[in-house]
T-cell receptor, first 112, second 115 residues
Framework: SQTIHQWPATLVQPVGSPLSLECTVE??????LYWYRQAAGRGLQLLFY??????ISSEVPQNLSASRPQDRQFILSSKKLLLSDSGFYLC???????????FGPGTRLTVT | AQKITQTQPGMFVQEKEAVTLDCTYD???????LFWYKQPSSGEMIFLIY??????QNATEGRYSLNFQKARKSANLVISASQLGDSAMYFC????????????FGSGTRLQVQP
């Protein structure tokens, strides 16, 4: 079966520290992958999406970056976190032949 | 650019009754996809239903149906026979080109089902 994993589930980091969030998909190949962020009480905002290894499109210029080192792995990073980076980070993927996106369980990030 | 508008921040419905959650959209793309997601308090985003802009019939998935009115640019979600477990945030979203691309989300509607 096809599943999506994200870790960690929660994270508390000080301002200025680095960040690495990981997302992996199982049971499929060459999925479209996406990173979204949700601020408290708001809708989701697209951060990055990828249609293949090494192919990253950025929607929001900020101090975050994304990489796709393997077909089913998508990583969200930052060299120095800001207070405004706090939020709920969700990874999603689209199965081949379908249009809808399926989301991982999310990472709740608090920057202090 | 695409825009999704959900004008109902909160809705109440009695258990076993039907409820309609409103969604209007704006896009210049000739082809697009419309989606509804449910987000319970746990935070997970659950896909409910999809409608392609060229689909002739309204999409249905169990108790969920999407009332698609292309000329009015609306894509309302209808939940029939509400259950207590339907209490959650509901987000309308769209994607250009029929789908498989990044989603633009609305601000959401909080639905509370009352016994």
């Amino acid at each position: 079966s096809q599943t999506i994993h994200q870790w960690p589930a929660t994270l508390v980091q000080p301002v200025g520290s680095p960040l690495s969030l990981e997302c992996t998909v199982e049971g499929t190949s060459n999925p479209n992958l996406y990173w979204y962020r949700q601020a408290a009480g708001r809708g989701l905002q697209l951060l990055f999406y990828s249609v293949g290894i090494g192919q990253i499109s950025s929607e929001v210029p900020q101090n975050l970056s994304a990489s796709r080192p393997q077909d089913r792995q998508f990583i969200l990073s930052s060299k120095k976190l800001l207070l405004s980076d706090s939020g709920f980070y969700l990874c999603a993927w689209t199965p081949w032949g379908l249009y809808e996106q399926y989301f991982g369980p999310g990472t709740r990030l608090t920057v202090t | 650019a695409q825009k999704i508008t959900q004008t109902q921040p909160g809705m109440f419905v009695q258990e076993k009754e039907a409820v309609t959650l409103d969604c209007t959209y704006d896009t210049s793309d000739p082809s697009y996809g419309l989606f509804w997601y449910k987000q319970p308090s746990s935070g997970e985003m659950i896909f409910l239903i999809y409608q392609g802009s060229y689909d002739q019939q309204n999409a249905t998935e169990g108790r969920y149906s999407l009332n698609f009115q292309k000329a009015r640019k609306s894509a309302n979600l209808v939940i029939s026979a509400s259950q207590l477990g339907d209490s959650a945030m509901y987000f309308c979203a769209m994607s250009p080109g029929g789908g498989r691309r990044a989603l633009t989300f609305g601000s959401g509607t909080r639905l509370q089902v009352q016994p």
